[in-house]
């Protein structure tokens, strides 16, 4: 069966610091992978989507940036943290686009 | 863009009661699913319902695809059942899949 995991489960940084968030499926080859963002009492925004290693596309303009260096693992990053971006971020996986998603545990982020 | 309406926003109920959650959605869609988000932030699949009608337990759900809306039963509740859940669905003209979400129903089941 398939598993999806995320790390660190939780995260607190001050403004201005780097960050790493990563996720990675198991039990599945040449997965869709997507990072969304929930920001506290709202529903999900989808923030990136890969379809391939080294393939990315961004949904909302931001200080985010997204890599898949290898087929099962998707990385957030970002070079200097924003107050705006704290939030719940999730990753999600999927055979293809119109099939079912299935989420990870999530990292809640918070930014001082 | 598409719109995802999710009704009521808020909703509380004794321990036994029945409820219905409603997703109005406002173009085609290739995808919809019903998730129930755990104290934890977790998301956790109910169903996967592009069209017709499902059943897991004490939860249902029905998606009318041609009238664009689709309903969440959850029969004898039990205060398990609380939490936020949400309608997100996959525009049929799109091709990310990208999921669309409402913004949830706040359940709250009381013993």
């Known amino acids: 069966s398939q598993t999806i995991h995320q790390w660190p489960a939780t995260l607190v940084q001050p403004v201005g610091s780097p960050l790493s968030l990563e996720c990675t499926v198991e039990?599945?080859?040449?997965?869709?992978l997507y990072w969304y963002r929930q920001a506290a009492g709202r529903g999900l925004q989808l923030l990136f989507y890969?379809?391939?290693?080294?393939?990315i596309s961004s949904e909302v303009p931001q200080n985010l940036s997204a890599s898949r260096p290898q087929d099962r693992q998707f990385i957030l990053s970002s070079k200097k943290l924003l107050l705006s971006d704290s939030g719940f971020y999730l990753c999600?996986?999927?055979?293809?686009?119109?099939?079912?998603?299935?989420f990870g545990p999530g990292t809640r982020l918070t930014v001082l | 863009g598409i719109q995802v309406e999710q009704s009521p926003p808020d909703l509380i109920l004794q321990e036994g009661a029945n409820s219905t959650l409603r997703c109005n959605f406002s173009?085609?869609?290739?995808?919809l699913q019903w998730f129930h988000q755990n104290p934890w932030g977790q998301l956790i699949n109910l169903f996967y319902?592009?069209?017709g009608t499902k059943q897991n337990g004490r939860l249902s759900a029905t998606t009318v695809a041609t009238e664009r809306y689709s309903l969440l039963y959850i029969s004898s509740s039990q205060t398990t059942d609380s939490g936020v859940y949400f309608c997100?669905?996959?525009?049929?003209?799109?091709?990310?899949?990208?999921?669309?979400f409402g913004q949830g129903t706040t359940l709250q089941v009381k013993p």
């Open positions: 999600a996986w999927t055979r293809d686009r119109h099939n079912e998603q299935f």
């Open positions: 039990g599945t080859s040449n997965p869709n």
């Open positions: 890969s379809v391939g290693i080294g393939q």
């Open positions: 173009d085609s869609v290739n995808n």
């Open positions: 319902i592009p069209s």
């Open positions: 997100a669905v996959v525009l049929g003209s799109g091709n990310t899949g990208k999921l669309i």
